[in-house]
């Protein structure tokens, strides 16, 4: 029974097919397979039931579920107890793509001209590989917008902050208000970050909170929203520096009232963190 096998069986659990959870996991559904049917052959119990066309668990599944969280999580605090012992001068830090629009690449870069001795290793991830890589103890930090519960009880700072602005064209009736609400966009057609992302989960939790219902939604990337915006296809909701670095003209971005803030994070990933990247997240800390 290795880690491996077990965080495949936690993504498995964590999402509703075999498919979905490879791709969180960024590897092929039968290395997933595989993986899995090891970890059964050993413990001697189908932990899935394949009957179904979602992965639903077996009843011995939903036991061993908590068992390895548990586990995971201990691997972490495992980890993290050996930090003091490592002597190499390196920090791993793992981040969404938005370094960026907010301007911490130069900050890091700073960092880096001041601390030649320190090697700064820096991974471009979207949101389900961050989970999945943290987990798997491959970073010390992690910047990101919060979006994940497992982040919620790490160290962090705050290194940016943003709103969230809806992007509409020049000639909508809404482009020349100073603000508007999200009740305003109740019956227009929205687009989203894909369901994913940080962006989205904030927007659908708004939503809930508001007791709004929007007539039509839908999802994309980035770049292809505002095309569609361009092109007529209704109001994007995204990060005001976002629509700095995607604007194209004949383009509006009217904020919201009350404000949607958004933080951008530096989590340490464990206790004991050496000092060099102690530094870095002081350095870093917004003020």
Not at 58 to 73: K, N, P, S, Y
Not at 181 to 199: G, H
Request: proline share 5%; aromatic share 6%; with cysteine.
């Amino acid at each position: 029974m290795t880690i491996e096998q077990l965080a495949c069986f936690q993504a498995i659990t964590e999402h509703d097919t075999f498919l979905k959870a490879a791709d969180a996991l960024h590897i092929s559904q039968s290395s997933l397979s595989k993986q899995l049917k090891k970890l059964e052959e050993e413990l001697g119990v189908s932990l899935i039931d394949r009957s179904r066309r979602s992965a639903a668990l077996t009843e011995a599944g939903v036991i061993f579920a908590g068992d390895v969280q548990l586990i995971l999580m201990q691997h972490q605090i495992a980890l993290s107890h050996l930090t003091r012992f490592k002597t190499d001068r390196s920090i791993r830090i793992g981040t969404l793509p938005l370094l960026g629009q907010y301007h911490l690449s130069e900050k890091i870069a700073a960092f880096t001209t001041a601390h030649p001795e320190i090697k700064v290793e820096l991974n471009d991830v979207e949101e389900a590989a961050l989970v999945e890589d943290f987990r798997a103890g491959r970073y010390d930090l992690i910047i990101s917008r919060p979006f994940s519960p497992e982040f919620e009880a790490l160290d962090s700072v705050i290194i940016a902050r943003d709103e969230l602005v809806a992007v509409m064209r020049e000639s909508h009736p809404l482009s020349a208000a100073e603000h508007i609400s999200l009740r305003d966009l109740r019956t227009e057609s929205l687009l989203l970050m894909k369901p994913y992302t940080a962006i989205y989960k904030l927007c659908q939790k708004i939503f809930l909170e508001n007791d709004l219902s929007p007539e039509e939604i839908n999802t994309s990337r980035l770049e292809t929203i505002f095309s569609r915006i361009v092109s007529g296809g209704g109001i994007g909701i995204v990060p005001y520096r976002n629509y700095m670095l995607f604007r194209q003209p004949h383009l509006a971005a009217v904020p919201f009232s009350p404000a949607i803030p958004l933080e951008i994070r530096m989590y340490a990933c464990r206790n004991g963190l050496g000092r060099p990247a102690q530094e870095l997240m002081r350095m870093l800390a917004a003020h």
